[in-house]
């Protein structure tokens, strides 16, 4: 009998902290078309408080996640990925000082030299993804089972913004919000049990498939 008090407390907080919601939001400025021969481009913008070995990182994976994910229902789209993209358009620049804000670029477009250096590319539209994160964690010791419960908050908001390239205008914006719970529970020498988190490659996920049907026209199912 001496374990159902730990089984009890694991329940407990398995019940108030070991889950994830997650929503989906578009807003659509104007109509969306895509073809085969066309591609897409991926960049990075505005993250925050991270150096510049983090952002590279997290541009290497978000690039990965959504291009995945764009790639599945539109087996032949060309991604361009960000330093290709920075390479073409921004040779003269530093990574770091390339413009990636959907209003740096819009502006860029108009200009003839900065077409010529992209148009071989052949980039319909420019996505550029931003992100806010926050966490937080909390701890539990002793009563009334001897050992630990670590609990954390992990929330993730992705925002892409769609550049019409050809069109020379905005196409809307996509929003993917994740906010999730876990714990862990430890106990002398026991193994570890807990529950993760997931939500920076589930906030990814989301926000790449949300991309890929943007980009077709269709319209993002109902939350």
Known sequence: MSG??????????????????????????????????EAVAIVLHQIAEKSSDE?????EE????????????????????????RRAAFSDLDPEAAPTSLESLAVLLTHPVFRERIDPLRIHYVVSVGGRWEGKEDAFVGYPVPGAIFTWYRGVDLVASVLDVKQIRAAGEIDASVKGHGWLFMAGFLFPIGLPATTEGRACQDLGQAIAKFLTGEKPPRP
């Open 55 to 59: 952002t590279r990182v997290m541009e």
């Open 4 to 37: 159902w008090p730990a089984v009890a407390l694991v329940t407990i907080v398995s019940l108030w902290v070991g889950c994830t919601t997650a929503q989906v939001r578009e807003f659509r400025a104007a109509p969306t078309a895509i073809q085969p021969h």
């Open 62 to 85: 978000l690039f990965g996640c959504i291009s995945d994910a764009l790639r599945k229902p539109h087996p032949g789209l060309r991604v361009v990925p960000p330093d290709k993209f």
